[in-house]
């Protein structure tokens, strides 16, 4: 069992900058492909940008340039700095840990990113 918790969510002003950070509670972090996905009022879950533990990223077309994906294995957490935020930004962005597959991922509880206009 995995417990993943996120922080750095809030309210920022359309241009600003925020960083997420998840906390992996496990032993073996570096196996996981860590990923940060968002879900905004009445869309469906996307994902927004992930990374193995070699590093290698992979990030969603609207974020690429302004965001960026980033995890520490020695301290089991993963981040999300989101620079030049737009209002199309604001949603609630999970940690996700993935090492077998989407049918036994790990979730964290959510934190909500608002960007005002």
């Known amino acids: 069992q995995v417990q993943l918790v996120e922080s750095g969510g809030g309210l920022v002003q359309s241009g600003g900058s925020l960083r997420l950070s998840c906390a992996a509670s496990t032993s073996i972090f570096t196996v996981y492909v860590m990923n940060w996905y968002r879900q905004a009022p009445g869309k469906q879950r996307e994902l927004v940008a992930g990374i193995t533990s070699g590093g290698s990223t992979n990030y969603a077309d609207s974020v690429k340039g302004r965001f960026t994906i980033s995890r520490d294995n020695a301290k089991n957490m993963v981040y999300l700095q989101m620079s030049s935020l737009k209002p199309e930004d604001t949603a609630v962005y999970y940690c996700?840990?993935?090492?077998?597959?989407?049918?036994?991922?790990?979730w964290g509880q959510g934190t909500q990113v608002n960007v005002s206009s």
């Open positions: 996700n840990a993935r090492l077998f597959g989407p049918s036994r991922d790990y």
